[in-house]
């Protein structure tokens, strides 16, 4: 009985982790720049194609919200993550696919993908 209950809170914690981990990208596919918002950091590094810039949060949401406004957004599809050595820091690369075209979306965070802790976002064509 001990271990069925250890095995069920075993899977609560993983199914609220993986939750709070993909609801940026969950956002991204709805278009939520409020959802957004709040795991961006004060400051981000924000690259759209060519273009990189230290941007302010608010700036980063309004540019990232005029490129997905003039998307129709079909998925999001997380293909590639990975963490430091110390686990300070984490990376995903996902597959953005768009009625128009498909998209590499980067995203780095400052350890787990939390309130404020993402740094730096890419995107570039696939």
């Not at 969950?26 to 981000?44: F, G, H, P, Q, V």
């Not at 293909?79 to 995903?92: A, E, F, P, T, V």
Request: proline share 0%; net charge positive; no cysteine.
């Amino acid at each position: 009985m001990k271990q069925f209950f250890l095995i069920l809170l075993l899977a609560a914690s993983i199914q609220g982790f993986s939750q709070s981990e993909s609801a940026f990208f969950t956002a991204l596919k709805n278009n939520d720049s409020a959802t957004m918002e709040s795991y961006l950091d004060d400051k981000i590094d924000f690259s759209f194609f060519e273009d990189q810039q230290m941007l302010n949060k608010s700036v980063a949401i309004s540019k990232l919200k005029n490129f997905l406004s003039s998307q129709k957004v079909l998925s999001v599809e997380v293909i590639h993550k990975g963490s430091s050595k110390d686990r300070s820091s984490k990376y995903k690369v996902a597959k953005l696919t768009t009625s128009t075209d498909t998209y590499r979306v980067f995203v780095f965070s400052a350890g787990d993908f939390d309130a404020k802790s993402i740094k730096e976002i890419r995107i570039d064509k696939f």
